[in-house]
C-alpha cells in the first residue's frame, strides 16, 4: 500500500508516475494517477531480469527517472546494482552501506546500542537457559540465493527441538 501512497501523493501534484510492479494486480498500477505501468521480473526470482527491466524502463523516459522502491529486496537490488543506473536514472535511495546496515539486523541493533537506545535480548547462538515459547527472527529479511533474493520469516518457536530445527535452516 506504500506504493499505491506514492502514486497518489505524487500523481496529484503533477509528476508523471510509471508503476512498475512483479504482479499485474499490483493495486498501484491501476491507480488514475499512473500514466503508465509494466511488470519485471521479481527479484525474488531472477535480481538480473529485475534490474535489467527497471532500467529498460528507465531508458525509454524522456529524462532521467526518479527510481522510487518499497520492499527490501528492490531497495537492495537498487542499492547493490545503483552502477548500472548511472545517467539512465536517478535513485532516491541511501548510500549502500547505509542500506547493507539497515538490512542486517545485527549491525543495526549494534549501532542502537551505541547510539544508547534500548533493543531487545538478541542472541547469535542459542543459549542453553532459553525459555519458550520463544521469537526467532532471522538477520536478513531478504538472502541472496545466487541470482535470487530469497525472504526469511519471524517463526515463533514452542520447544528446542522445534528451534534446532529452524536454526540449521537459518
Not at 529524462?63 to 536517478?90: V, Y
Request: glycine residues 6%; positive net charge.
Amino acid at each position: 500500500r506504500s506504493a499505491l501512497a506514492a502514486v497518489r501523493s505524487l500523481g496529484a501534484r503533477g509528476y508523471r508516475v510509471i508503476c512498475g510492479s512483479p504482479r499485474i494486480t499490483g493495486l498501484a498500477r491501476y491507480s488514475r494517477w499512473t500514466s503508465s505501468a509494466f511488470t519485471y521480473p521479481s527479484p525474488l526470482v531472477t535480481l538480473a531480469g529485475f534490474s535489467r527491466s527497471v532500467r529498460e524502463q528507465a531508458r525509454r523516459c524522456d529524462q532521467p527517472p526518479l527510481l522510487l522502491s518499497f520492499s527490501d529486496a528492490t531497495m537492495l537490488t537498487l542499492s547493490r546494482e545503483r552502477g548500472m543506473f548511472d545517467g539512465i536514472a536517478r535513485i532516491l535511495l541511501p548510500a549502500s552501506a547505509d542500506m547493507e546496515t539497515a538490512a542486517d539486523k545485527r549491525q543495526t541493533v549494534a549501532l542502537a546500542q551505541e547510539l544508547g537506545i534500548a533493543v531487545p535480548r538478541t542472541y547469535d547462538d542459542i543459549p542453553p537457559d532459553l525459555t519458550f515459547p520463544a521469537v526467532i527472527k532471522p538477520r536478513h529479511n531478504v538472502v541472496w540465493r545466487g541470482d535470487r533474493a530469497v525472504k526469511s520469516a519471524v517463526t515463533v518457536v514452542n520447544s528446542s527441538d522445534q528451534l534446532h530445527i529452524l536454526w540449521r535452516r537459518i
